[in-house]
């Protein structure tokens, strides 16, 4: 698991699709392959690092990069398949068993895309307000968790169509959330225990 506590801005290298011809089910429908320093410092094939809030599983290292293969489900619900050399995105290598839970719980399992409607700069901070479907804001809280491109942020406030989230200065120079503009979307992971109750009180497992 994760923590929605970023360790370092990689850079994208490629994302390849596989060709045209390739047999079903034979091939990913992406390959990734990210710089990332840090990331890389210790990975090893079959390790898990998050990119922009995405669990993604290592199959290569190499020069300061790691390759990661990504499937269909992956693109569907992300926005990895929109990514081109150059982009920068959030690293996060997976929490060690006693390591700290710096942000909150996350699983690197996005459930959704969310779009940024405003930004409003405060005198050290940026207030940030986003679309969404009420499909992903029916699991926001107020003063909840709620993590965007893998970054741990607390909800200020939801509706039935969008939430708000507050930047601090370190978080707007050390993610890609500093860099966002009106219409970009961002990787939305709510908190998993609101979907296991909705799913337990749905199977009549709680009375």
Same mark, same amino acid.
């Given at each position: 698991?994760?923590?929605?506590?970023?360790?370092?801005?990689?850079?994208?290298?490629?994302?390849?699709?596989?060709?045209?011809?390739?047999?079903?089910?034979?091939?990913?429908?992406?390959?990734?392959?990210?710089?990332?320093?840090?990331?890389?410092?210790?990975?090893?094939?079959?390790?898990?690092?998050?990119?922009?809030?995405?669990?993604?599983?290592?199959?290569?290292?190499?020069?300061? /990069?790691?390759?990661?293969?990504?499937?269909?489900?992956?693109?569907?619900?992300?926005?990895?398949?929109?990514?081109?050399?150059?982009?920068?995105?959030?690293?996060?290598?997976?929490?060690?068993?006693?390591?700290?839970?710096?942000?909150?719980?996350?699983?690197?399992?996005?459930?959704?895309?969310?779009?940024?409607?405003?930004?409003?700069?405060?005198?050290?901070?940026?207030?940030?307000?986003?679309?969404?479907?009420?499909?992903?804001?029916?699991?926001?809280?107020?003063?909840?968790?709620?993590?965007?491109?893998?970054?741990?942020?607390?909800?200020?406030?939801?509706?039935?169509?969008?939430?708000?989230?507050?930047?601090?200065?370190?978080?707007?120079?050390?993610?890609?959330?500093?860099?966002?503009?009106?219409?970009?979307?961002?990787?939305?992971?709510?908190?998993?225990? /609101?979907?296991?109750?909705?799913?337990?009180?749905?199977?009549?497992?709680?009375?």
């Amino acid at each position: 698991m994760f923590t929605g506590i970023v360790e370092e801005l990689g850079s994208v290298v490629a994302l390849v699709r596989p060709e045209a011809d390739t047999p079903s089910g034979t091939a990913p429908d992406a390959v990734l392959t990210v710089s990332g320093p840090l990331a890389t410092s210790d990975a090893r094939p079959g390790d898990s690092i998050a990119v922009d809030g995405v669990c993604l599983t290592v199959t290569s290292v190499a020069d300061g /990069a790691f390759v990661a293969e990504v499937m269909p489900e992956t693109l569907r619900r992300t926005s990895l398949g929109g990514l081109v050399p150059g982009v920068p995105v959030n690293l996060e290598r997976a929490l060690p068993a006693n390591g700290r839970l710096g942000g909150h719980v996350v699983q690197g399992h996005v459930d959704g895309v969310a779009t940024l409607v405003r930004r409003t700069p405060g005198p050290r901070w940026d207030d940030l307000e986003f679309s969404a479907p009420a499909a992903l804001t029916r699991y926001v809280a107020e003063k909840g968790s709620v993590a965007l491109s893998g970054v741990s942020l607390t909800v200020t406030w939801v509706s039935d169509d969008g939430f708000g989230v507050s930047l601090i200065p370190t978080t707007l120079a050390a993610t890609t959330l500093g860099r966002l503009a009106p219409g970009d979307a961002v990787n939305v992971e709510v908190d998993v225990l /609101a979907k296991y109750v909705e799913r337990l009180m749905a199977a009549g497992a709680v009375r």
